[in-house]
């Protein structure tokens, strides 16, 4: 189980991946998502998923 503080600390980072990668719409289902987990390594398979998904352009 991950801090609270370092839960935050990596969601913000994994929207601003998302978000510099011109994704809001996915930056925001990546926080509505991570909202239930619980460890470092589910936000990180969580925000692969979500660069994986990405519609390419």
Same mark, same amino acid.
Not at 6 to 14: A, D, K, S, V, Y
Not at 32 to 54: G, K, P, Y
């Given at each position: 189980?991950?801090? =609270?503080?370092?839960?935050? &600390?990596?969601?913000?980072?994994?929207?601003? +991946?998302?978000?510099?990668?011109?994704?809001?719409?996915?930056?925001?289902?990546? !926080?509505?998502?991570?909202?239930? %987990? %619980? !460890?470092?390594? =589910?936000?990180? &398979?969580?925000?692969? %998923?979500?660069? +994986?998904?990405?519609? +390419?352009?």
């Amino acid at each position: 189980m991950l801090p =609270e503080s370092e839960r935050r &600390e990596l969601l913000r980072q994994g929207r601003a +991946v998302l978000l510099s990668l011109g994704e809001g719409r996915l930056a925001r289902e990546y !926080s509505r998502l991570a909202e239930t %987990t %619980t !460890s470092r390594d =589910e936000l990180a &398979e969580l925000l692969l %998923t979500c660069i +994986v998904s990405r519609r +390419v352009r």
